[in-house]
């Protein structure tokens, strides 16, 4: 299986910080990554898709990038909306897999 | 819109097995190269992936639950379900059915059902 690695595990952000979230895959992925963010127990919503294309109706602050290994989203201008938990997940192969998310709380 | 909706029993024994619907409304299982995929969330976890079906009706399972696991869809294509069997504690989370999008949208998961919680207790 690929392993999903997040970091950090948790952050304090203000309202208009920049927030960045790395995640490592055990193995290369090429570009299938794809990042979700998750409010309480609601659903996840997909953010970012291919690892850097934005879905549809999601605002153009949240950015992804990465090929490989390694990838990173980053919120150009934290909003009160965006404190929420972050998860990125590969589907290059079968089992697809997770990070272990990472939790945005308000400093 | 397309809508996903999770239903099924809330409760379930140890030993027995776990029975899950997903309705999908607003389009239809059969068009485009979607899969339809269920999820699950252990009580303040992360996400894990259970299993999907493709639009042809092949399946691919998680391995850690493939003996256990069984997604099927309906003749009308309006549902799929899934079936856990010899369910344990370790079985009792928020399970989510989603669409997966095609290979060239790298199967991001666009479109997910509200969740519903099962626990497994005697």
């Known amino acids: 299986d690929i392993q999903m690695t997040q970091s950090p595990s948790s952050l304090s952000a203000s309202v208009g910080d920049r927030v960045t979230i790395t995640c490592r895959s055990s193995q290369s992925i090429s570009n299938y990554l794809n990042w979700y963010q998750q409010k309480g127990m609601k659903a996840p919503n997909l953010l970012i898709y291919g690892a850097s294309s934005l879905q549809s109706g999601v605002p153009s602050r949240f950015s992804g990038s990465g090929s490989g290994t390694d990838f990173t989203l980053t919120i150009s201008s934290l909003q009160p909306e965006d404190f929420a938990t972050y998860y990125c997940?590969?589907?290059?192969?079968?089992?697809?897999?997770f990070g272990g998310g990472t939790k945005v709380e308000m400093k | 819109q397309l809508q996903l909706q999770e239903s099924g029993s809330g409760l379930v024994k140890p030993s027995q097995t776990l029975s899950l619907t997903c309705a999908v409304s607003g389009a239809s299982m059969s068009g485009g190269d979607y899969s339809w995929s269920w999820i699950r969330q252990p009580p303040g976890k992360g996400l894990e992936w259970i299993g999907y079906?493709?639009?042809?009706?092949?399946?691919y399972y998680n391995p850690s639950l493939k003996s256990r696991v069984t997604i099927s869809a309906d003749r009308t294509k309006t549902q799929f379900s899934l079936r856990l069997s010899s369910v344990t504690a370790a079985d009792t989370a928020v399970y989510y059915c989603?669409?997966?999008?095609?290979?060239?949208?790298?199967?991001?998961?666009?479109?997910w059902g509200q969740g519903t919680t099962v626990t497994v207790s005697s």
């Open positions: 079906i493709f639009h042809s009706g092949k399946t």
């Open positions: 989603a669409r997966i999008l095609p290979s060239y949208n790298y199967y991001g998961m666009d479109v």
């Open positions: 997940q590969q589907s290059y192969n079968n089992p697809l897999t």
